[in-house]
T-cell receptor, first 113, second 114 residues
Framework: KAGVTQTPRYLIKTRGQQVTLSCSPI?????VSWYQQTPGQGLQFLFE???????NKGNFPGRFSGRQFSNSRSEMNVSTLELGDSALYLC????????????FGEGSRLTVL | GNSVTQMEGPVTLSEEAFLTINCTYT??????LFWYVQYPGEGLQLLLK?????DKGSNKGFEATYRKETTSFHLEKGSVQVSDSAVYFC?????????????FGQGTELSVKP
């Protein structure tokens, strides 16, 4: 069974640009969550999608957005990039039962210059 | 609000030493508690979990007991190996959780020397 796949793995952007990250969950999983990981703030919850609807949202500005498609694949977008957006963005999938058992991808490493 | 506090790292141990990583939490009600592990260059993996007071989660020689009285969920292993070198995260799910929201601690880096 294939794991959670995130693309791209690494990317470099400049301030003011926007970026789109993609996540393909484990087959059969309907929930996709996104987390931001930085050395200073640790792991912070961005949002969760379940059956194409946003079910939970963290405390991030509106520049951070996401969506989920009918095949459960998800994308997150960050507009007007700031230096502080440099981070590892992790996607996690689950069956959606609210058990807290998440399966994480390897992450997309974003560097903003 | 909900929060998780872990002991600061890095923790450096010799192979076969005993490991304890402290974790305490603040939460409304009785959340489910987890330990996740992140090996270098990889995403997080669920190590163990406990869903109610006095439950003991265990996996790969690691154990943690859900202590309601002390709001703690300390991770222990009797004899660590070099391959256990990783970052360990304690986490909880809020009781109102509908899905994938976890509150994580800051992580504790473990380095095991031969």
């Amino acid at each position: 069974k294939a794991g959670v796949t995130q693309t791209p793995r690494y990317l470099i952007k400049t301030r003011g640009q926007q970026v789109t990250l993609s996540c393909s969950p484990i087959s059969g999983h309907r929930s996709v969550s996104w987390y931001q990981q930085t050395p200073g703030q640790g792991l912070q919850f961005l949002f969760e999608y379940f059956s194409e609807t946003q079910r939970n949202k963290g405390n991030f500005p509106g520049r951070f957005s996401g969506r989920q498609f009918s095949n459960s694949r998800s994308e997150m977008n960050v507009s007007t990039l700031e230096l502080g957006d440099s981070a590892l963005y992790l996607c996690a999938s689950s069956a959606g039962a609210g058990t807290g058992e998440l399966f994480f991808g390897e992450g997309s490493r974003l560097t903003v210059l | 609000g909900n929060s998780v506090t872990q002991m600061e790292g890095p923790v450096t141990l010799s192979e076969e030493a005993f490991l304890t990583i402290n974790c305490t939490y603040t939460a409304t009600g009785y959340p489910s508690l987890f330990w996740y592990v992140q090996y270098p260059g990889e995403g997080l993996q669920l190590l163990l979990k406990a869903t109610k007071a006095d439950d003991k989660g265990s996996n790969k020689g690691f154990e943690a007991t859900y202590r309601k009285e002390t709001t703690s969920f300390h991770l222990e292993k009797g004899s660590v190996q070099v391959s256990d070198s990783a970052v360990y995260f304690c986490a909880l799910t809020p009781i109102y959780n509908q899905g994938g929201k976890l509150i994580f601690g800051q992580g504790t880096e473990l380095s095991v020397k031969p």
